[in-house]
């Protein structure tokens, strides 16, 4: 019984852990997808919005985790964006914006 209990509580640590860790990928690539883009990161924040688990490439189970973040075009405007990570990797970014509302280079 204390062995189940300490092998959940090291899960739960390393689930905490490796949520903080993906956060902060997923904070960093939020910015730079906005400063290459030329607009505003919004609260510089990103939000968990759906964790799930899935196959990688080589099959191996990893967790899921789909980020949501708000960015400006022109400061008066709010937009959404996303970020999917299979575990550390980027597997899918949108940014919600039309091509016109993008500021000249």
Not at 80 to 89: D, S
């Amino acid at each position: 019984m204390e062995i189940l209990l300490f092998m959940s509580l090291l899960g739960a640590i390393w689930l905490w852990w490796s949520s903080a860790q993906t956060r902060e990928t997923a904070i960093r690539l939020a910015r730079r997808a906005c400063k290459e883009c030329q607009v505003q990161l919004l609260d510089e924040t990103v939000t968990l919005g759906k964790l799930a688990l899935r196959r990688n490439s080589r099959g191996h189970i990893n967790i899921a985790r789909w980020y949501n973040f708000e960015f400006s075009t022109s400061g008066d405007n709010r937009r959404t964006g996303v970020i999917q990570l299979l575990g550390p990797e980027l597997t899918n970014m949108h940014l919600d914006v039309d091509t016109e509302e993008l500021p000249s280079i």
